[in-house]
């Protein structure tokens, strides 16, 4: 056993979770404990870190994982819900659920929180993931507890089945390769291993009050991002520009028959919404530079370690 706190995190099962888990294992983390609800999802996590402590839970729903909390354990909140076609969903995974694990730590304790928030808190949309993300903030920032938060941009890299993975997937198989209108939106996208290193900073700093935007350092527009894919794949797709509003309808339409949709109407919206976001210089803050956009890309699609391993969405 070595001197490291004792880390519990919600929502482990996910994209961040994962590449979370792997980096604390990595640095010599053994005292770890992963909650999801997504079994499928933990028996991955367990695959790549078999020494990780599993627990099967919905956070919405009371029950023994409320006994895991204590005052030396230093919690990681990632738990959301990203996706979905009912605003209920988004209701129950991203409020209600963070309410109880906040009663749970009030109950038994916690050495500190480090909350995932989400950078669309400062965005000018207006839809069901923004709306219960700025609540689930809220919650947290005001429980009383010891805690930091860090707010994301668009993040990519190991595991992602949805946003850049997906879209790396899909024009492996198409001859075509769909953007709405100019394609011209800007991103800030940023590499799920450089968050994860901010993660691992706020874990063995903890500092209390702060809060973080954590912004990709690159600006760069949704169709060079496509294009990046392609050189770094090395594919032959041919890249279409399509009228915005037939590409809303051809969304709106899959999500009829697909209960989970890769990509949604909100999400096309968010991309248009025209965000620029601010944020921390990273080696200023955390001690690190950012990863060079297409290295992170190249790391992220084509190591043969890991990216050919997805969680489901």
Known sequence: MNGKPRILVTGAAGLVGQNLLLMLHEQGYDKIVAVD???GNLNVLRRLVPQVRIRVADLAEPGEWEALFD???VVVVLHAQITGKYPAEFVRNNVEATR???EAIAHRGAA???HVSSSVVNSVAADDYTNTKKTQEALVRESGVPHCVLRPTLMFGWFDPKHFGWLSRFMEKTPVFPIPGHGRYMRQPLYIRDFCRALVWAIEHRPAGKVYDVVGAERIDYVDVIRAIKRVKRLKTVIVHIPVRLFR?????YAVFSRKPPFTADQLDALCAGDDFRGVDTEQAFGFRQTPFEQA???SYCDPRYSHVLVSR
């Open 37 to 39: 609800k997504h079994a």
């Open 112 to 114: 500190f929180v480090v």
């Open 297 to 299: 890309l190249r790391e």
């Open 249 to 253: 309808l051809m969304l709106e339409s």
């Open 100 to 102: 109880r694990v906040l």
């Open 71 to 73: 005052p030396h354990t």
